[in-house]
């Protein structure tokens, strides 16, 4: 029987899963209806990681059910276990041969977090002659409109700016004088304490949520069909509905907030998670409001459950960085993916898909990634990102690795904080200055070196760090770009010091050469 013609057909896309989405503004049950799809394009774009995967398709299932509870109709087409029996594997096919069976009057869609899922609905809804309506997301605090409009004309774009006004406009941490409170606007210098050779205390473990039925059958889908993929399902415990998400955040407000700005920078062997609150995912697939994370970030702090320090480190995260590059990314798109300041080439070493290296730091950083599909930014940036830096990676491959591995990589939030902070592929959009550092950064903040073959403090020997020799012969291989960037005077004299002495570059660079040619 051919269906009924629906009015508004409703797009909804597995980073989209927001109750209150404008999309859904004005539904009618009766003449509209929604349209979701697991897709084998989406799900095979980057080698994505198992956890990744069930991640999204488990929170998609779940948000199908309680539009259908709510009366709504819902197309949706799930992955079969057999992919034969699929309808099709690319995105724009599936949904113009829906167009043409549903025969919508109009298609209403929020603004994708991604910029090639945006050009491929688009190109879909023209060429079946569909008028498409583009509506603006309202679950961030800064529209992309309001970011244009604040990034127009000026000649550089920072963050510390950017969070400021964030602040002022949705009057958060002010005080009567709207001036900061504390004094200050950031505490990056209370937030950087290390645990010292004790290592953290004990900590209760952090809610999780076992598989239900919905989230079990994705978990069999997803074992049978993407098996090669990397990672592992043994850990699925994060929130796939707007309900446990926000248990989820309350478990972090009491149990973790107090001590989450002290040591946000901090890593320990075997602890995967420490005071961070694993947010990102249920925040970037919108099952969480990130209004609702900072009110209550803000209560705990008015009610004297958590200092300033660590309110104010939480808040920066979600009001300052996260609406920042997504306005970055909205604003350079699509020229910036391409963006390669220090014209890196190399592909990636297979330790980054295996974690399989004699790297104290970054195998452990990468079995946190394999088990969990997480790492905390430290982890991310000063280790898997700074050997990617160092040793050279193509910037774009990098980031197609990030979006690959991890649970919460959406497009948006992954390509200015791979290819821009981490990379810096984008010569200072994001990020001022690059972070290069040696292993003794590492060694600072963490126990990893400790046990590890290789020394920190050493660039050259057969107990070099890698981490050491490649940061030299980094600042070395790219002085000529550097050596303007006020940022880095520190470094680059340390480097001058280093070429004064006869042979010590020489030696630096052919240890980097063989450390390159042993890395498959």
């Not at 009366?71 to 029996?85: E, F, M, N, Q, S």
């Not at 062997?269 to 420490?274: G, K």
Request: positive net charge; hydrophobic residues 40%.
């Amino acid at each position: 029987m051919k269906p009924q013609p629906v009015r508004h057909l409703i797009l909804v896309l597995g980073d989209q899963l927001d109750r209150q989405s404008q999309a859904l503004a004005g539904f009618d049950p009766v003449v509209d209806a929604v349209w979701m799809a697991e897709v084998q394009e989406e799900a095979t774009y980057v080698w994505s990681h198992k956890l990744r995967l069930a991640y999204f398709f488990s929170a998609m299932r779940h948000f199908r059910e309680e539009l259908r509870a709510q009366g709504k109709t819902v197309h949706y087409h799930a992955l079969d276990p057999d992919p034969t029996r699929d309808l099709g594997k690319f995105f724009g096919a599936i949904l113009a041969r829906d167009l043409q069976r549903l025969q919508p009057q109009k298609l209403i869609l929020v603004r994708p977090g991604d910029y090639r899922v945006l050009r491929v609905l688009q190109e879909t809804a023209t060429a079946s002659g569909v008028p498409l309506e583009l509506r603006p997301d309202g679950h961030f605090f800064c529209s992309v409109r309001e970011f244009q409009d604040y990034a127009a004309g000026r000649g550089t774009l920072r963050l510390e700016h950017f969070y400021r006004r964030q602040r002022w406009i949705h009057q958060i941490l002010l005080d009567q004088q709207q001036k900061p409170l504390g004094g200050r606007w950031n505490f990056d210098r209370e937030n950087r304490r290390t645990f010292g050779r004790q290592g953290p205390p004990a900590m209760p473990a952090p809610k999780s949520f076992p598989p239900d039925a919905i989230t079990q059958k994705v978990i069999d889908l997803v074992q049978r069909r993407f098996s090669h993929h990397p990672g592992s399902l043994a850990n699925f415990t994060l929130p796939v509905t707007a309900a446990q998400a926000d248990a989820f955040l309350m478990d972090f407000i009491e149990k973790r907030l107090p001590h989450f700005g002290t040591y946000e920078d901090a890593m320990w062997t075997d602890q995967p998670f420490l005071y961070h609150s694993r947010l990102s995912a249920p925040l970037n697939l919108k099952l969480l409001n990130p209004r609702r994370g900072v009110a209550a970030a803000l209560t705990a702090y008015e009610e004297l459950q958590a200092p300033l320090n660590s309110v104010e480190g939480f808040i920066r995260q979600i009001l300052g960085w996260r609406e920042y590059i997504r306005g970055i990314y909205w604003l350079q798109m699509p020229e910036y993916q391409e963006l390669n300041y220090f014209d890196h080439q190399a592909e990636l070493p297979s330790c980054f898909w295996d974690g399989n290296t004699a790297m104290r730091c970054f195998r452990q950083s990468m079995q946190f990634v394999l088990d969990h599909g997480y790492a905390h930014h430290i982890h991310r940036l000063m280790v898997l990102g700074l050997f990617a830096l160092l040793y050279g990676v193509q910037p774009r491959k990098f980031h197609e690795w990030h979006l690959a591995m991890y649970v919460d990589a959406v497009d948006w939030v992954s390509l200015p904080n791979t290819l821009g902070m981490s990379q810096f592929a984008d010569g200072g959009l994001v990020g001022s200055k690059p972070y290069c550092a040696s292993g003794n950064y590492i060694h600072r903040m963490s126990n990893f070196c400790a046990s590890c073959d290789f020394k920190p403090d050493r660039s050259v020997g057969a107990d070099a760090c890698p981490f050491t020799t490649f940061y030299w012969e980094f600042l070395d291989r790219h002085y000529d770009r550097l050596k303007t960037n006020v940022r880095l005077a520190y470094q680059l004299r340390a480097l001058a010091a280093k070429r004064a002495q006869p042979g010590v570059m020489a030696a630096i660079r052919g240890q980097a050469d063989a450390w390159r040619r042993s890395l498959p």
